[in-house]
């Protein structure tokens, strides 16, 4: 089945810094989801990207379908940003996600 | 409030106890599944189902059933529990299941069982 690989898997930032998280995925996808996943747990939809650019306030991604993987931009983090960022895909429709091991994001006040 | 709802939120289960974890959701979703969350691993799907009647295994299934019987139920059942089932469970729905996927996924807060 599809590999999908995140990193870095640890990322510790300072306030007001920026960051760039990586997913690559072994095949080509028509599905692709970013999540993060709070200090308490919950999962939140980020984007529904399965090629080109969005922006959404301090986040954007961009997936690259023909190179197979994607980034999730982060700029002027706050400490709210912190969490648990999962890449998912899926290679055909109505097939299920499969979710990378995720970058574990602190940010530093 | 539209979304999906798990419960319980916390379980604690003795080695060969059966329970089943609760999934509902209120948006008219045809898909649906259930995902493990172990440290280090990320999420793995345990069941799917793409509609009413349809389900199928997904990566880790052994331990686990599931049914559909209506749009908005998605149980999954714990046959006799173990240890190695000691996890956080999250349930996600999403819109279309017969044609391209033009939504994210929405997921349940989670239940975090524990077996001993």
């Known amino acids: 089945g599809i590999q999908v690989e995140q990193s870095p898997p640890d990322l510790i930032l300072q306030e007001g810094a920026n960051s760039t998280l990586r997913c690559n995925f072994s095949?080509?996808?028509?599905?692709l989801q970013w999540f993060h996943q709070n200090p308490w747990g919950q999962l939140i939809n980020l984007f529904y990207i399965p090629s080109g650019t969005k922006q959404n306030g301090r986040l954007s991604a961009t997936t690259v379908a023909t190179e197979r993987y994607s980034l999730l931009y982060i700029s002027s983090s706050q400490t709210t940003d912190s969490g648990v960022y999962f890449c998912a895909v899926s290679g055909t429709e109505n097939t299920p996600l499969v979710f990378g091991k995720g970058t574990r994001l602190s940010v530093i006040a | 409030n539209a979304g999906v709802t798990q419960t319980p939120k916390f379980q604690v289960l003795k080695t060969g106890q059966s329970m089943t974890l609760q999934c509902a959701q209120d948006m008219n979703h045809e898909y649906m599944s259930w995902y493990r969350q172990d440290p280090g691993m990320g999420l793995r799907l345990i069941h799917y189902s793409v509609g009413a009647g349809i389900t199928d295994q997904g990566e880790v299934p052994n331990g686990y059933n599931v049914s559909r019987s209506t749009t908005e139920d998605f149980p999954l059942r714990l046959l006799s529990a173990a240890p190695s089932q000691t996890s956080v469970y999250f349930c996600?729905?999403?819109?279309?299941?017969?044609?391209?996927?033009?939504?994210?996924?929405?997921f349940g807060s989670g239940t975090r069982l524990t077996v001993v």
């Open positions: 996600a729905s999403s819109y279309s299941a017969r044609g391209p996927v033009l939504y994210g996924y929405t």
């Open positions: 095949d080509s996808v028509n599905n």
